[in-house]
């Protein structure tokens, strides 16, 4: 384990590209090559209290994503469940075409390893934020 925000792997870059979709500042840094192997596979770091959007991975088949957290504590939830406490050595596999959000604890930092799971017409569909009152609810 590493003093360093973002874990073995380090913080990253401004995720401005998705900044949007977001509530609170994320990182961003790219683990595979994507010129070399068809698999991405990044580390993404939430300041204390960043989520993201609910959001869907859309598959014909195959698809979804994988979270491998690796410092800090967060949350993941899928639509109509409660949500889940994330800390380190968690892993969520996240079924294709299922409405989710995941992030940060209020008071912590928060990084996991994402992977894009192949399949075949994959998308992603970005959705409403996470209800501040909701969000605030959980401990």
Excluded: R
Excluded at 88 to 107: F, L, Q, R, T, Y
Excluded at 130 to 136: H, I, Q, R, S, T
């Amino acid at each position: 384990m590493t003093d360093k925000h973002g874990g073995d792997f380090g913080l990253g870059e401004d995720n401005v590209d998705y900044a949007q979709y977001f509530t609170g500042k994320s990182y961003l840094k790219q683990l595979t090559d994507m010129d070399k192997v068809d698999l991405s596979v990044s580390n993404v770091t939430f300041e204390p209290g960043c989520i993201n959007n609910w959001h869907i991975h859309h598959a014909k088949s195959g698809g979804g994503q994988v979270l491998l957290c690796i410092d800090g504590e967060g949350w993941y939830q899928e639509e109509g469940k409660p949500a889940l406490s994330l800390k380190p050595g968690d892993c969520v596999s996240i079924p294709p075409n299922v409405k989710h959000w995941h992030g940060a604890k209020k008071d912590s930092w928060f990084s996991h390893i994402a992977i894009a799971v192949p399949g075949v017409d994959t998308s992603n569909e970005w959705c409403e934020a996470v209800d501040p009152e909701e969000y605030a609810k959980l401990e």
